[in-house]
């Protein structure tokens, strides 16, 4: 248990809402138009925490330093745009915890690389961002996870000290803004993490397999 825990803060894609399916959907929208077949989902999905730039090079080959990248990338982000929540919903227990989280008088957040223009409607339509304390998105800060600025604000705003803020993610760089920040984190190990991934190399307090775990770490 970790002890004078007020705030818990969640990634989004693939902590807290599994978007892989919409993500998956622009991709393959996109290899489409470009002339190439769909990539079957359990390709796609354990790339989808790594935003268009994992995408991208799953789909296309490309990587950022690549001439085709700008443009590519924002075909990609114009086709997510217009399919944001088809299917993404929050992973089973979500929903349950947050509820939990409520009860107790705890805030909760997202802090995610996410950019505003994506995460501010996807939770708006989910019904969350009214719920949320706090929503800190890729450019919100001047710099985005791994830095520690992100995890700041989101304490920040949520009026506590970032030692006194619980964070959920599932990919390295998650772990990695958190132990920077002095924040004590959970690997999200329901998400997207990668046969390669090494989670228990990443310095986090604990590997967490159902988002109701979280409850285990918290004061009743």
Known sequence: MLENIRAVLFDLDGTLVDTAPDLGHALNLQRTRHGFAPLADEIIRPQASHGAR????????????DARFPAMREEFLELYAANICRHSRPFPGIPELLDAL???????????????????????????????????????????KPHPAPMLAAAELCGTKPEQCLYLGDAERDI????????????????????????QSWGAHAEIHHPLETLDYLAP
């Open 54 to 65: 994992g995408l991208l090079g799953l789909g296309f080959g490309l990587h950022p330093e």
């Open 102 to 144: 409520e009860r107790r008088g705890l805030a909760w957040g997202v802090v995610t690389n996410k950019p505003a223009r994506f995460t501010e409607p996807l939770m708006s339509i989910l019904d969350l961002a009214e719920r949320a304390t706090c929503i800190v998105s890729g450019d919100t800060c001047p710099q985005p």
């Open 176 to 199: 990695q803004a958190a132990n920077a920040a002095a924040m004590p984190a959970l690997v999200a190990a329901w998400g997207y993490l990668d046969t390669a991934d090494q989670p």
